[in-house]
């Protein structure tokens, strides 16, 4: 990168710490989101008219939902692009969980439409809002060697490990694995509190020792105590669980590869979603066993 300047579309529960900490860093962020309350308390991060305003950044980072809400939000970059090119080795920074087809396709689409002077990078993260908030996520960039390390001082903003694991579609294919791991953990862990509860053990104690042998895990520290507390206040919401989910086994398919743990985790996280559970934290994942179990279902600190 030429400058320590880059353009930033998307101040959610992740994007707003995300560029406040690129802002820390000393790097000019200039952001466009759709509500304009997401800028309230955002220091150092400067606000953008529209998404087309952002065409002459050297890197533009997009943290929304999920690729069909990328490709609308720069439609009108693109169409700019398209009638004066940008400055060429512009990188569109995809740190959204997308697919990684799905990723590759619109890297094709953007440089079309750039003259080959704009490429897409992928670069989804992991670590929840407390990462994102303390700068310590970890990203997964599907790009070339050259391009990464172009912007590795930009990543290094945001998170403490930063890995290139290849090509363009490379670095979601790598989130939709980290899903995989955390969103059967996560079901499992469900399970077994609710199997304990109502079996009359105290699900506080089960998981201090689970914590204590090989059951431990990150998924445990950081999901166990929502779990144990019934907290499903959204830390993020759950239905983008079974979005990832469905990237996981577009993969498999692709490449001929058994899923048999994603194709049951799948079931389950529509389960969530058709019983209106899908905007509370990935922890009510609890609640639809809940509900789903033949006696009394256990109930829910927040709605």
């Avoid at 985790?265 to 990935?282: I, N, S, T, V």
């Amino acid at each position: 990168m030429t400058s320590k300047r880059v353009g930033f579309v998307g101040l959610g529960l992740m994007g707003a710490p995300m560029a406040a900490n690129i802002a820390k860093a000393g790097w000019g962020v200039t952001a466009w989101n759709r509500s304009d309350a997401a800028f309230d308390g955002l220091a150092g991060v400067s606000r953008a008219a529209a998404v087309a305003d952002l065409r002459d950044e050297d890197a533009i980072i997009f943290m929304l939902p999920d690729l069909p809400f990328i490709e609308e939000a720069s439609a009108a970059l693109l169409e700019s692009w398209r009638s004066v090119p940008p400055t060429s080795g512009t990188a569109v920074v995809i740190m959204s969980s997308v697919s990684p087809t799905a990723v590759q396709r619109f890297g094709e689409t953007v440089r079309q439409a750039s003259s080959g002077n704009a490429v897409v990078v992928d670069a989804p993260v992991s670590g929840g809002t407390t990462g994102a908030q303390n700068g310590t996520l970890a990203i997964m960039v599907g790009t070339t060697e050259s391009r990464f390390e172009a912007l590795r001082p930009l990543f290094e903003t945001m998170g403490t490990t930063v890995r290139r694991m290849g090509p363009l579609g490379a670095g979601s294919l790598a989130k939709a694995c980290n899903q995989l791991i955390v969103g059967t953990t996560t079901a499992a862990l469900a399970e077994a509190a609710e199997l304990a509860e109502r079996s009359g053990m105290d699900v506080e104690a089960l998981f201090e020792v689970l914590s204590g042998g090989l059951a431990g895990s990150r998924v445990l520290d950081n999901v166990g105590p929502r779990l144990a507390a019934k907290d499903y206040a959204p830390t993020g919401p759950a239905k983008f669980m079974h979005k990832d989910l469905g990237f996981v086994l577009d993969s498999a398919e692709a490449v001929g590869s058994a899923a048999p743990l994603a194709t049951a985790a799948m079931e389950l996280y529509a389960e969530l979603k058709r019983q209106g559970l899908g905007d509370q934290d990935l922890a009510v994942v609890r609640q639809t066993i809940a509900n789903l179990s033949l006696t009394p279902a256990a109930t829910s600190n927040s709605n």
